[in-house]
């Protein structure tokens, strides 16, 4: 137990420092190949504690990934995966993304929930994730994996907080009631140019319904979300790579557009 707990420790630390360094490193499981799931959420725990005290940063909600069949398919794994929010990730859209802070960032276009109130739980269904969310928004995620060539087990992922660094939100915000938030088409595109479409059906379907996913898991380990958190969703489509001087613009019907430029 002990020995478990140490390497923790260290797994926490290093990739930690892998962030602060702005550094790639090889994945966890390299040196850890037992590693759980769960141990994996717990290292995650760790990490996201050391983070919050390091920045003075706040959790702000939290964001799910893996969760378009095509992306399980590609990892061969058949589950979700959950990570959190930090205040200090949260960009402005009329100010660029400073790409000295990142390794090898990509962006995915998502759908942000804002909760309107409190959600905890290990029966919750979609029906009861839209009726507390008090509004959807565009957004923009930056992922970032610390893991050389973004190359990873469900376990190395789930560890790095889910290769989450930055993320936008567009400032329309409306009712999921106005919407039909199941079936939201995207266009995605860099510079001017279309590099990726999809649709918020590929999100398990529906958004609302990987959030009651990772709201059950959550309760599951004694958590849940509260009244404000943002949720990002999931990506829509396959992540784009980027580097400064890029602008990216992901337009979504019936939520208009976010964008977000690189310097
Ligand atoms: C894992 C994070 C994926 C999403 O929306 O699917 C993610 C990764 O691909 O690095 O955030
Ligand atoms: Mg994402």
Request: glycine content about 8%; overall charge negative; hydrophobic content about 40%.
């Amino acid at each position: 137990m002990t020995q478990v707990k140490n390497n923790h420790k260290e797994i926490i630390d290093y990739l930690y420092c892998a962030e602060r360094d702005v550094r790639e490193v090889t994945k966890v499981t390299d040196d850890y190949p037992a590693l759980t799931v769960q141990e994996a959420y717990e290292i995650q725990d760790g990490l996201l504690e050391r983070r919050l005290q390091e920045k003075g940063a706040k959790t702000i909600g939290v964001k799910l990934g893996l969760t378009s069949k095509a992306k399980q398919k590609m990892m061969g794994v058949d589950e979700a995966i959950y990570g959190y929010l930090h205040s200090d990730m949260l960009e402005l859209e009329w100010e660029p993304v400073d790409s000295s802070e990142l390794i090898h960032p990509k962006a995915e276009p998502e759908i942000a929930f804002m909760l309107g109130e409190d959600l905890q739980g290990v029966n919750v269904t979609a029906e009861d994730v839209l009726r507390a969310t008090k509004c959807v928004a565009p957004a923009l995620e930056v992922i970032d994996s610390r893991y050389k060539d973004f190359r990873f087990t469900l376990v190395d992922v789930i560890a790095d907080n889910c290769s989450s660094i930055k993320f936008v939100v567009g400032s329309k915000w409306v009712s999921p009631e106005t919407i039909d938030v199941g079936n939201i088409g995207m266009v995605m595109s860099k510079n001017g140019k279309v590099e990726q479409t999809g649709s918020s059906a590929a999100v398990l379907g529906h958004p609302a319904t990987a959030i009651a996913w990772a709201v059950n898991e959550l309760g599951a380990r004694g958590k849940g979300l509260k009244k404000g958190d943002i949720v990002l969703s999931g990506a829509m489509s396959e992540a784009i790579a980027f580097e400064a001087g890029d602008t990216i613009v992901a337009d979504f019907d019936g939520l208009g557009t976010v964008s977000m430029s690189i310097k």
